[in-house]
């Protein structure tokens, strides 16, 4: 395991990696490319960045040479970078990833027998938070540009070997936007990303197999449906508005009532696109069965899942995860009412890697080797 530099590296040359057609139509003409190839060109580079996965103009043989040395005067093709990856005993991958900025990242990447779900974060730090997420006391930082967005599946599909794009025998077969960060307080920037992603000509990952997590941004949940019409996951973890202020401190802004409705608008619910709320199990806190006869009365109607979510503890965690038994019934409730009630399996933990567990080794690891420079530093003598 390497250690983490702190010094900020400058920016470097804009990137075309993260770009959509419009965008790379642009880079085409800025390196003085005729106004009737632009959109050619814009297909080309497309082909190569999403489907192809090149790493370099080089690579892009059907591209002139001297066409690619113009955009390389100007252009790198571009991939943050990769300051750690880590994977874990269960096969679930973590890739610390580097902006241009010196700004640091998380993206997971998790195994299962017939599918694997790529977790990517949309901001630096998180402006939220949650009591109970790790990820959350950090603080927040800035938005991520929709080509660090897009660069996150670009890094995890390089580690993966997961070039040209094939429909079949994917790897990553999901992903799902419940990395660090709020998506719908960067919506722009998301749904940009977003649109790069489920371009069937690139990467093509369909926006059926794309979620995007929220913990109750409601002015943009119907946006979002009715702009990419992805799949939805609600952060509930809270059936009463009292306990959720303290868990969500968003729900002071849009209470369970309003949340609630935004979640039965959104276009195209229904019983073969399920909206996911995601349950965090707290020990005392919101895992009793009267929570459990709450949640089915609140979630009425609604086409839904429940994803039931042992607590990731870390130290000094204010809470305690809900023990086997209470969790169990807790889900045998849910179940009997109607509504898949899967209690997540943790995967990753001993990586970090686990729900709202991003980016807290990297802050740790940071924080020792300032203590390690001070300790280094001889004392200023006094005169």
Request: proline letters at 6%.
């Amino acid at each position: 395991m390497t250690g983490i530099p702190t010094l900020i590296r400058a920016p470097a040359r804009p990137t075309l990696a993260g770009r959509g057609r419009a965008e790379l139509a642009e880079a085409a003409a800025a390196a003085g490319e005729p106004a009737e190839r632009h959109k050619m060109r814009a297909g080309q580079l497309f082909h190569w960045l999403y489907h192809r996965g090149a790493r370099s103009l080089d690579q892009m043989t059907s591209i002139s040479k001297d066409m690619r040395g113009r955009l390389g005067e100007q252009f790198d093709v571009g991939r943050d970078e990769v300051a750690r990856e880590q994977i874990s005993e269960d096969g679930t991958r973590k890739w610390l990833v580097r902006l241009a900025d010196g700004a640091l990242v998380e993206t997971v990447y998790i195994p299962e027998e017939d599918r694997g779900a790529l977790c990517v974060s949309s901001q630096v730090g998180c402006t939220l938070n949650c009591r109970f997420c790790h990820t959350g006391t950090q603080g927040w930082v800035r938005n991520l540009t929709a080509a660090e967005i897009v660069g996150q599946v670009l890094i995890a599909r390089d580690s993966l070997e997961e070039w040209p794009s094939q429909p079949d025998g994917r790897l990553i077969t999901n992903i799902v936007l419940m990395g660090m960060g709020e998506p719908l307080y960067n919506y722009d920037n998301v749904v940009a990303a977003l649109r790069i992603l489920m371009d069937p000509e690139g990467i093509a990952i369909s926006k059926r197999r794309i979620t995007v997590s929220t913990a109750g941004v409601v002015p943009m949940i119907p946006k979002l449906g009715a702009d990419v019409g992805t799949g939805l996951a609600i952060s509930l973890h809270a059936v009463r508005d009292d306990v959720r202020d303290e868990l969500v401190p968003l729900n002071k802004k849009y209470p369970i009532a309003e949340l609630l409705q935004a979640v039965r608008d959104y276009p195209g619910a229904s019983n073969s696109r399920r909206v996911t709320f995601e349950y965090a199990m707290l020990k005392g806190v919101n895992d009793s069965l009267a929570d459990a006869k709450e949640l089915a009365r609140l979630i009425a109607g609604i086409p839904a899942k429940v994803n039931l979510i042992p607590f990731n503890p870390w130290p000094g965690a204010p809470y305690a995860c809900s023990d086997d038994a209470t969790i169990a019934a807790f889900a045998e409730y849910m179940n009997r009412a109607g509504y898949s009630s899967p209690v997540r399996t943790p995967r990753g933990r001993d990586i970090l890697a686990a729900c709202g567990q991003l980016r807290s080794d990297s802050i740790r690891e940071r924080a020792g080797q300032r203590a390690a420079r001070l300790a280094a530093t001889p004392p200023v003598p006094t005169v």
